[in-house]
């Protein structure tokens, strides 16, 4: 078996973070969605995913994949801030108002 970076889950988490950070958010969806692919239990990557997607303001889909962090990790700190932004962003102020609740619960 060869080296070949696109079924290497190290070479597009490292990837992924890069294009994250430097907020090239469309690129680090895109490297997200690889990564996500090879590793689905990886609650890193479906959060940074999701916060990618938020840069795109595809909040509905951010929600979704912060969803999917929580699944895999139910007190992540930043899944749950993240998901309260999400439902801010849609207007849905409920759904923030409870991640708001269940972060001060977990401080």
Sequence with gaps: MTFHPTNNP????QTAEELLAS???EKAQAAYHQLCELTPNDADAWRGMAQ?????E????????FERTLILLPDDHAAL????????????FEKMTA???RLGELD
């Design 81 to 92: 801030t993240g998901l309260a932004n999400c439902y801010e962003a849609l207007g849905e």
């Design 58 to 65: 595809q909040y509905g889909d951010a929600v979704a994949a």
């Design 99 to 101: 991640c708001r609740i």
């Design 23 to 25: 907020s090239r958010f």
């Design 10 to 13: 190290v070479f597009w988490k």
């Design 52 to 56: 990618a997607l938020a840069g795109l």
